[in-house]
T-cell receptor
Framework: EAGVTQFPSHSVIEKGQTVTLRCDPI?????LYWYRRVMGKEIKFLLH????????ESGMPNNRFLAERTGGTYSTLKVQPAELEDSGVYFC????????????FGPGTRLTVT | GNSVTQMEGPVTLSEEAFLTINCTYT??????LFWYVQYPGEGLQLLLK?????DKGSNKGFEATYRKETTSFHLEKGSVQVSDSAVYFC????????????FGRGTSLIVHP
């Protein structure tokens, strides 16, 4: 069974540009999460989808970030326009069902804004 | 709010040395505690967990005991290998909440042959 995949693995863009990150969860996982780790700091929660609905987006830093999960399968996270402080590693995770089942994480996308 | 504090890295050890990575937490109620590991180029993987006080989680030779009295969940391994080189994250989750983990900053472990 394929794990959580993320694309691209690394992106370097200039301040003011737009970047779209993609996450493909494990097939059948209704729950999809986005997290971000700024260099040397904690992994911070960004938002949580249940199928195509945003269950919790309390961690989204500002309105330059837009997450979508059309059709309840893969998800995209768009940053527009990117700022220097957006640099970091963006992780996606998926989870099946309810309760304390394990989240499965992708390898992350390293975003560098110059 | 919830928070997790881990020792700063990197931790550099020789093969077969004893490993301890300290983790303490602040939480209301009775959280579940986790250690995740991220090997180079891979995603985070759940290494072990404990859901109540005095529980010991163990996996791949790693152990951690849920100590409520000291609010700690230190990770230990008796004899590390080069293949254990990775970043280790301590985390907690409130079972009465949304199951979204609160992570520490991560501790990089480098094991030399």
């Amino acid at each position: 069974e394929a794990g959580v995949t993320q694309f691209p693995s690394h992106s370097v863009i200039e301040k003011g540009q737009t970047v779209t990150l993609r996450c493909d969860p494990i097939s059948g996982h209704d729950n999809l999460y986005w997290y971000r780790r700024v260099m040397g700091k904690e992994i911070k929660f960004l938002l949580h989808f249940v199928k195509e609905s945003k269950q919790d987006e309390s961690g989204m830093p500002n309105n330059r970030f837009l997450a979508e999960r059309t059709g309840g399968t893969y998800s995209t996270l768009k940053v527009q326009p990117a700022e220097l402080e957006d640099s970091g590693v963006y992780f996606c995770a998926s989870r099946h069902g309810t309760g304390l089942s394990e989240q499965y994480f992708g390898p992350g996308t390293r975003l560098t804004v110059t | 709010g919830n928070s997790v504090t881990q020792m700063e890295g990197p931790v550099t050890l020789s093969e077969e040395a004893f490993l301890t990575i300290n983790c303490t937490y602040t939480a209301t109620g009775y959280p579940s505690l986790f250690w995740y590991v991220q090997y180079p180029g891979e995603g985070l993987q759940l290494l072990l967990k404990a859901t109540k006080a005095d529980d010991k989680g163990s996996n791949k030779g790693f152990e951690a005991t849920y100590r409520k009295e000291t609010t700690s969940f230190h990770l230990e391994k008796g004899s590390v290998q080069v293949s254990d080189s990775a970043v280790y994250f301590c985390a907690l989750s409130d079972p009465g909440g949304s199951y979204i983990p609160t992570f520490g900053r991560g501790t990089s472990l480098i094991v030399h042959p």
